[in-house]
């Protein structure tokens, strides 16, 4: 029996482990819960490692040592270590008494996350959307183009306006929020129509997995 | 220094990042806070990984009812690890051929696709029990839902055959997400940018602590 | 007479509201099997933002470069993979070159799946296409948005070899390719962070690159105020994008094939939610007589 015959079986048991849960909770489907628990951790451990760790720390720290070795000189890249010493200070974590310093690495993250952030927000979701909302509400000639383009500045403008809440909505201002709720429920609606569509594709997929690829019931 | 040292941290970096943007020779200090990020969230993910071991080596330890699963929770993670690290051929390892590689497809992908595909059950389950028209807005959602769950299948068209071209539940689907649906997807976009904005500003100028936790 | 019968009608819908949970799953599962094992070809409407996708692609002159990056893994396969065959297939059918990489680690194998499937073609095969000067995986490098940032000033930067170790400077097809300058157009598939958002960020509106996508049905939506403004080309959306790129082509294949158990799912669920209604409005009805 060829590993791929037995990986397949290996897979199909699995899947119908994990199925097994929606006739009832059940040993079979808790194995198999716990199996995906420890081997999805020990999968991102092991892409962590060559991916990140390994060339960013110590692919680094390993040519800054070669630098000292083979020319006698510092070489910028032993600025890695100071990387590296956050990241154990992340560890620390673990240990109540010292935990607190993990806040420094805490920090960086969130640092770097939001100044990375900041600008990209701003100009791609932000400026460059506001100035896609600015269209012509009458197009001459083009009746589907009028109503399209009255339909999305109305519709952005309003539901804008739903999400300020630092004002009641009362009066004309309410009256737009209340448009704004109706123009994110159809959006919502949509959302879910698609959300729908997209999990049943994952359970196509996994029908089709145990029905062509393990049994081959279909060509 | 608990509190003051992360604040002043974060003010450095965040600022670096946002003036690398408009001062080019600061790209170089940026390019090495980015590389420090991939470190620190590597350790991050060690962090969690560790936890998680020994939370269930302790459920192992004191002999909790789902002990066995703790064991298969660590069973697991070594089962993946071990291969990945020592028996894969090192930075290749997840090429095509290698232990890893045959693990990921045949024990991680399985499990971690049919997880997902659970959920296709309880959108039914949920849609039969909760999905109701109680409200105007209710129904609103309601009635986009269908005509887009109906319209994006051919069953949309075949059904409102009978209608003239481009009047069909297929066209009403199009419609529906080219206009009104981005018109709300462009609020909430504009409204997160915003969000996101004010965000990190607080957090650079020390004004947002929460991420720090208590004490 | 009437007070009986009001009494079983309202247990009626008591009953059927009050169904197990377990008769639900059955019917999906029903819907979802059945269909696939039933060859139904069914006429796929295509929509703009799709139709925006497969017209970014077909209007580049042969010889063209495309930086194709694949930021999914297995679990979307369903929806990506068929996305992933269909646009090799329309760019060598057009002798477009193909730059292969990706963010998720998990990727640019997805990538060489699809590969193996479309070179099985035989007006692929036809072609004779060679790795290296037709086409070339980079693989994943880890780094999320900052790789996309970093490869508007080089690609080497990020990717100083392939995926098999050779360096960029020795691959035929990357020479001259130093940044998004030297591309024609950016292929993204995506199903999460980092994807296509982060390409429309980091690419786009830094760098200004053209750019076409594929997403998973989940995120696909978000995507339209991108479409809306210029900044992405069109986006196919889901297993329904899929079948609508098969469609395109010509070259109908597994997205289409699913979309029988797909509609038939889709009815499904909305009979559900009209069952669940009628019975809502009539229990309602009820309480207030």
């Not at chain 1, 690495?105 to 990209?120: M, N």
């Not at chain 2, 696709?113 to 309601?142: K, Q």
């Not at chain 2, 059904?159 to 297929?170: C, D, F, I, K, V």
Request: a neutral charge.
């Amino acid at each position: 029996m060829s590993g791929e015959v037995v990986g397949v079986w290996i897979g199909a048991i699995l899947t119908l482990g994990i199925f097994s849960f929606l006739y009832k909770d059940n040993p079979f489907y808790k194995f198999s819960e716990a199996l995906f628990v420890g081997v999805s951790a020990g999968y991102w451990f092991v892409v962590t490692f060559w991916q990140y760790f390994l060339p960013k720390l110590i692919d680094n720290l390993a040519l800054a040592y070669t630098v000292l070795a083979v020319e006698g000189r510092i070489d910028y890249h032993w600025v890695y270590i100071l990387g590296g010493g956050l990241g154990i200070l992340m560890l620390l974590r673990l240990f109540p008494s010292v935990g607190w310093l993990s806040r420094w690495s805490l920090a960086f993250i969130v640092g770097t996350t939001a100044g990375l952030q900041f600008t990209r927000y701003l100009e791609s979701n932000g400026i460059i959307q506001v100035k896609g909302t600015i269209l012509p509400l009458i197009v001459g000639g083009d009746l589907n183009t009028t109503i399209g383009n009255i339909v999305i500045v109305v519709g952005t403008f309003c539901g804008l306006i739903y999400f300020f809440f630092s004002k009641e909505h009362r009066g004309a201002f309410g009256g737009a929020a209340r448009i704004g709720v109706w123009f994110l429920m159809i959006t919502f609606g949509a959302l879910f129509g698609y959300t729908v569509m997209s999990r049943m594709s994952l359970l196509i997929g996994r029908m089709d997995y145990l029905f062509s690829n393990w049994l081959h019931l279909i060509g | 220094m608990r509190r003051e040292v992360p604040l002043v941290l974060t003010a450095i970096v965040g600022l670096t990042m946002i003036v690398s943007h408009f001062i080019p020779p600061f790209n170089i200090l940026k390019d090495l806070f980015e590389d420090w990020f991939f470190i620190i969230a590597a350790f991050a993910i060690y962090l969690g990984v560790l936890n998680l071991l020994r939370v269930n080596a302790d459920k192992l330890y004191k002999k909790k009812p789902d002990a066995p699963f703790g064991l298969v929770v660590i069973l697991g993670f070594l089962l993946i690890t071990i291969p990945g690290l020592f028996f894969s051929g090192g930075r290749s390892f997840s090429d095509p051929g290698t232990p890893f590689y045959y693990l990921y497809i045949h024990v991680y992908y399985p499990l971690s696709a049919t997880m997902f595909a659970l959920l296709a059950f309880f959108v039914a389950s949920a849609s039969y029990r909760a999905f109701r028209a109680r409200n105007v807005e209710a129904t609103m959602l309601l009635v986009a839902a269908f005509i887009l769950m109906l319209g994006r299948v051919p069953i949309g068209d075949w059904m409102t055959a009978w209608l003239p071209e481009g009047y069909r539940l297929g066209e009403w689907a199009d419609w529906i997400m080219d206009f009104p649906q981005t018109a709300g997807q462009k609020a909430i976009m504009i409204g997160i940018a915003l969000g996101v904005v004010s965000s990190a500003l607080r957090v650079i100028l020390g004004l947002e602590r929460a991420y720090m936790g208590g004490e | 007479m009437n007070q009986e019968n009001m009494q079983e009608e309202k247990s009626f819908w008591e009953k059927l509201l009050a169904i197990d949970r377990r008769i639900i799953f059955l019917f999906i599962i029903v819907a979802i099997a059945l269909p696939l094992f039933f060859k139904v070809s069914m006429r796929i409407p295509v929509t703009p933002v799709a139709e925006g996708t497969y017209q970014a692609i077909e209007n580049l002159p042969a010889g063209s470069k495309v930086l194709a990056s694949f930021d999914y893994d297995p679990g979307s396969m369903p929806e990506l993979q068929p996305m992933a065959e269909a646009f090799f297939r329309h760019a060598f059918r057009n002798d477009l070159k193909v730059v292969i990489m990706g963010l998720w680690p998990q990727g640019p194998l997805q990538a060489n799946i699809a590969l193996e499937e479309v070179f099985q073609d035989e007006d692929v095969k036809a072609k004779n296409l060679q790795y290296g000067v037709d086409y070339v995986n980079l693989g994943f490098t880890a780094g999320n948005e900052v790789v996309i940032d970093r490869m508007g000033h080089s690609f080497e930067e990020s990717y100083p070899r392939d995926g098999q170790g050779t360096p960029l400077s020795e691959i035929p097809l990357m020479r001259g390719v130093r940044n998004y300058d030297n591309v024609d157009l950016i292929f993204n598939l995506s199903a999460g962070y980092p994807g296509t958002q982060e390409w429309v960020q980091y690419a786009v509106d830094v760098f200004h690159v053209k750019l076409a996508a594929g997403n998973t049905a989940v995120q696909a939506p978000a995507m339209y105020p991108y479409v809306q403004t210029g900044q992405l080309s069109g986006v196919l959306g889901g297993m329904k994008g899929g079948a609508e790129y098969e469609t395109l082509l010509g070259i109908p294949g597994r997205a289409v094939r699913y979309m029988f158990s797909q509609a038939i799912a889709h009815a499904v669920i909305c009979l559900f939610i009209i069952i669940g209604n009628l019975a809502f409005f009539s229990m309602r009805k009820r309480r207030a007589s």
